[in-house]
């Protein structure tokens, strides 16, 4: 536990398992339909950061960087030096897709949302209980 | 092959087309004719593919030339290929029945997300990416909610539509994270290759490497949670809640659609997961044996409390949706087997059960809007010739103890896998579950001969030729499928031959990665 990258990754690992927990519950107890549609984009925020901690490489010395290269290298080994400290990309475009289909149907919710308020006049959800729920 | 890759993108890209042609074109007819005609390319594609598969077992295809494990490939094996024919069948099918039924000023929006619907569904059965298959399994899902909401005036629907929503956002996260977990121990999201390193940890492809870490504890992870992901898409107990929630809300044509485009789904991702990438000989083969058995104990539970269910239910379309549950909890046993015989047997059990639930839907929505959505209605339909003998021989085919029909073959399939496996409570589960629900059955065939109270004006009524038609081909559909079992040996050939296919990862492996 001295190294503290070590340390930082197993508190990051914790606070993303935590938050899955906070989130899911927060989905399946709470009674108005706002507060589930909230903790449910927390909980596919906290997957998408998670797949971006995948991406995470251990490096000799210091920390691992964006690869930039601004021009066209001579040889290989330039690249290679590159490649040797740079995050893994991938899960980054995973991420960028994710987000892209979460946002279309976290709209689509929204939506289904608001024309629900409209029939009830309140966003609980068994109406008859839930006046005070605005 | 080229057409795998295609047919997503052409149902995907004139689903698109639509919304703009809209503004152009105001005609409601012509909504109705384009979605139908490009339904009808995306079968006779499906058909090609599925020729295709026939002869050559596995075919592949890679987006934008990149070579495996690099870019996304599509891959095609016999299963696949045949619930996409499938799929795409009963796809044309709704299509041309919604030309009948839907009356709405949005129809383009309607058959926009019905297309899409299609996309996502072949999109799950033909991708060889296990990233590519969330984000298709997002697109079938995203279509599905809005189409369960597509009654948007009516408060149910709106609800049934949340509800679903919600819980299907957890369920498809849940498989991300088991794709995030994957990728993080093998280096790939390639489902050949991950085959491939699941059995021979040591292997190393080119560009993916080897694997990192402990991978029989991420694999488990993993399949503990996308499983979780396809025990909910495939509607099987626990996680059967949303379906006779959502399903009776939905229009009547989608409601058709859910066995055979969405279930279908869940049923072929257990498939993949458990018999192709994580098989048997995999490092994690004792703990997919438990999971196998798990399943098992599920689909049993499922289709005894289906057919419990389906008893007290007075609404006909949750009286098919629970019958729905009771029969995927049937295809869920066989499939957990663990033998290629009990694949085939889920194969026909699938195929008989999408085919007659759709038949007793299209029927039932002649029903509906003749009188109402009370079981005690389909009263109606006796004044009409067609319609009462395709109802009646959807109920017979489901009931399943008549013998040319399909759903007979596959609860006889089924019998023989779970006693050759030894699983002696499991055909005692499939006579009993066959009784319970036949009690139901016998009680609709009842009100089927028995005058309806009432019936309604409706102007559809007076014009009934496209939905005639749709019931005929799915009726014909039905029926010639059951008589090929005993007059085409061949037919029951290609059965054997997807439960097979199935199991076989190495053509699999060899054909997506091979020099």
Sequence with gaps: MSDPVSLLLTVLVLSLVTNIGISLYGVFTRPSLVKKFISLTIFSDTLNSFAIALGFRRVARGYPSIAVIPSIPEDVSELRAAAGTAVDPLPQALVLTAIVIGLAVYMFLAGLIVMYYRHYGTTHVRPAEGGSIG | MLASGLLPLLLMGSAFALPGLSLLIKNQKFYRVYALAVSVVGLAMASAIFLETLERRVTTYWFGGFRPPLGIVYTVDLLGAVLGLLSMFILVLSVAYSGWLIRSRSEYLYYTFMLSLGAGSVGCLYTGDIFNFFVMLEVLSLSAYVLVSFYRDNPKSIEASIRYALVGMVATSLYLLAAFIIYGSYGTLNMADVALKSRNPGAVTAYSGGVFGDITFSSAIAIALSVWTFTFKAAVFPNHFWLPDANPEAPTPVSALFVAVIDLVGAYGVARFLYTIFGSGSVVDALRRDVLLVLHVLGALSAVVGALLLLIQVDIKKFIAYSTISHMGLAFMALTVGTEGGLAAA?????????????????????????????????????????????????????????????????????????????????????????????????????????????????????????????????????????????????????????????????????????
């Design chain 2, 347 to 515: 194969v026909v059990q699938l195929i008989s059960n999408s085919l007659s639930e759709a038949l007793l839907f299209y029927t039932a929505g002649v029903a509906i809007v003749a009188a109402g959505r009370s079981i005690e209605y389909v009263g109606v339909l006796r004044r009409r010739r067609l319609e009462s003998v395709a109802f009646l021989i959807g109920i017979l085919n489901l009931f399943g103890i008549i013998p040319p029909l399909l759903g007979f073959w596959s609860k006889v399939f089924m019998f023989t896998a779970f006693l050759e496996a030894g699983y002696l409570a499991s055909a005692v589960v499939l006579v009993v579950s066959t009784g319970i629900s036949g009690i139901g059955y016998v009680k609709l065939i009842n009100n089927l001969f028995r005058e309806a109270p009432r019936t309604r004006e409706d102007s559809r009524l007076e014009k009934t030729l496209v939905a005639k038609l749709v019931i005929a081909t799915a009726t014909t559909a039905l029926l010639v499928l059951g008589a090929s079992v005993i007059a085409f040996p061949r037919f029951m050939l290609i059965i054997s031959e997807v439960g097979r296919g199935v199991a076989d990862y190495l053509t699999y492996v060899r054909t997506v990665l091979g020099a």
